[in-house]
């Protein structure tokens, strides 16, 4: 599996943006998605991911109720939208694919920087 992410950017605290990530190969709705971030100076999180099985969902804390993950599984496409932005939201945004959704993700697209402004 292939991954590319795209759609980071700069926003104003409050702002929204839509991160997407493109997958290639044909067994894209097996496998669990997983959105990563990495700010500054800290370590790598896992934000929000979904299950290729049956779309059940997954976010941290600290963004449950302002970002939503979907995907589209015709399209092989994973969705990000994050509402309600805070400066604490600036990072790197990766997009993972593996076999389970707590577990170890195998494959991973490039970063993609969001950077929101207070």
């Known amino acids: 599996v292939q991954l590319q992410a795209s759609g980071g950017g700069l926003a104003q605290a409050g702002g929204s943006l839509r991160l997407s990530c493109a997958a290639s190969?044909?067994?894209?709705?097996?496998?669990?998605m997983g959105w990563f971030r990495q700010a500054p100076g800290k370590e790598r999180e896992l934000a929000a991911a979904?299950?290729?099985?049956?779309?059940?969902?997954y976010y941290a804390d600290s963004v449950k109720g302002r970002f939503t993950i979907s995907r589209d599984n015709a399209k092989n496409m994973v969705y990000l939208q994050m509402n309600s932005l805070k400066s604490e939201d600036t990072a790197v945004y990766y997009c993972?694919?593996?076999?389970?959704?707590?577990?170890?993700?195998?494959?991973w697209g490039q970063g993609t920087l969001v950077t929101v402004s207070s």
């Open positions: 993972a694919a593996g076999s389970s959704i707590y577990g170890v993700y195998n494959y």
């Open positions: 190969g044909r067994t894209f709705s097996r496998y669990n």
């Open positions: 979904i299950k290729g099985s049956d779309g059940s969902t």
